[in-house]
């Protein structure tokens, strides 16, 4: 036998014999823990819809919007509901919280023209928080993220409701993003 002819029967037999089983089916593949990016949606417990809503969350005392993916557009009342319902657990997990609760009682939410009218109910008398301003900031931000809605103005009892900006100042007018810009952590 010639030294080519060997080579390659050797080459060839620690080729097939390498050991890499087959499946059957196709298996699911658990990536490796690490900071890695991922293009996968943030929450995959969450039914990845057609439609997609803003809310706008707060991480390091700044604004964020976060989109969602839901079965359908969400009307304003559905956006409100769901901003008030806080982070899902993936976004938590991503380090993202939420100023409203204990600041901010918002009962609900109607539109007239392209303008959101917000009910905000009077505050717990201890609610120890601090944050008005990134709350209110989070349901501007979140509602006029709509195409349908531009501007935001907060009712108490069917009275205008004077609320912080993120200068501090109280303000009756409608309110926009720009109110909140320097709050707001671009995309």
């Known amino acids: 036998m010639n030294h080519r002819h ?5 080459l060839t037999a620690l080729l097939t014999g390498c050991g890499v089983p087959t499946d ?3 298996r699911t593949v658990q990536p490796p823990r690490g900071p890695f ?3 996968a949606p943030a929450d995959t417990r969450a039914p990845a819809g057609p439609a997609v809503e803003t809310v706008c969350l707060v991480r390091d005392n700044r604004i964020i919007s976060v989109v969602r993916r839901v079965n359908r557009p969400p009307t ?3 956006q409100l509901r769901h901003l008030l319902a806080g982070p899902s ?3 938590r997990d991503g380090d993202l919280t939420s100023a409203l609760p204990g600041a901010v009682d918002a009962a609900g939410a109607t539109v007239t023209g392209t303008q959101a009218r ?3 109910d009077a505050p717990v008398d201890d609610a120890g928080r601090s944050d008005e301003i990134l709350a209110f900031g989070q349901i501007v931000c979140t509602l006029t993220s709509r195409d349908d809605i531009t501007t935001v103005v ?3 009892d069917g009275k205008p409701l004077g ?3 993120a200068d501090g100042s109280l303000s009756e007018q409608p309110l926009t993003r720009a109110d909140y810009a320097t709050l707001i952590t671009p995309r």
Do not use: K, N, Y
């Open 37 to 39: 990016q991922s293009s």
């Open 163 to 165: 609320v912080p900006r």
């Open 24 to 26: 059957a089916a196709p």
């Open 118 to 120: 917000v009910a905000v």
């Open 89 to 91: 657990s993936a976004e």
């Open 6 to 10: 060997l080579l390659a029967v050797a």
């Open 154 to 156: 907060f009712l108490r």
């Open 76 to 78: 304003v009342e559905d």
